[in-house]
């Protein structure tokens, strides 16, 4: 059973002038993304700020955003660390607060072997009864998750239902799929990338979890229904009318450059953590220019 089909957001945190973080905007966007379709909330993961989040923010994060949704799309927690028993810890206590699934990433800078991820992610879901995502971002973490990993992990265990391909590799897509079918093994894939939404849902993925989504929720919800519909062009054109948008949002390391996209759409999220910086301002005005391009009112 899928988590989800279509498109989940990935999240930004909104933070006080203080630093701390901003739970009266925190619903406000969780709401505001309810309101226009987008299909599972995606909370604490990259986009979120999650490796500067101290672990009780982490946690009151998660719990907030339970309470606030209310059942009413899924909410999937990032729950992923370098340190397995850390992970475990934050997974345990994600299914306490509500979360109806687990999005977890590599452990970074380890750089452990394949047997040593399939040990890391079993711990972890042995330690949790709610479904989880594997989370595949090598160019962050320094280590790639292999497909016949992949697709071992989610024969093998059953609460690990698929993967968020952040690889920006179709190929790589592909294999994975290619291996679970022949296999005839059940592998749920989510894009990470938002400029590939299309091209993997054509290759059987089950949609995005999207940087983007944060300030077009329902244009891209409507990306990836539209092509379930059958309505294959509305779709590619969504996607191609999007890409110079998704290649600004992502000119700086994300969550850099939404964050600076949603303060100039006005709703007010506030700064980033450090050691991430404000946008250069070479990049904000490429950025603005062309959210105008696409009819989004900067202000």
Known sequence: MSLFTGAGVALVTPMNADGSVNYEKLEEIIEFQIA??????IICGTTGEA???SNEEHLECIRFCCEVTKKRIPVIAGTGS???ASAVYLSREAEKAGADGLLVVTPYYNKCTQNGLKAHFVEIANAVNIPILLYNIPGRTGVKIMPETVVSLCRDVENIIGVKDATGDLSEVANVLALAKRENVEVDVYSGNDDQIVPLVS???KGVISVLSNILPQETHDMV???YAGDTKTSTDLQLKYFDLIDALFCEVNPIPVKKAMNLMGMNVGSLRAP???MEDANAARLAEEMKRVGIEVK
Request: charged content about 10%; glycine content about 10%; hydrophobic content about 35%.
């Open 36 to 41: 226009n379709s987008t299909d599972a909330i």
């Open 82 to 84: 370098n340190c397995t």
């Open 276 to 278: 991430l910086t404000e």
């Open 225 to 227: 229904a539209s092509f």
């Open 51 to 53: 490796s500067t989040l």
């Open 203 to 205: 290759l059987g993925g």
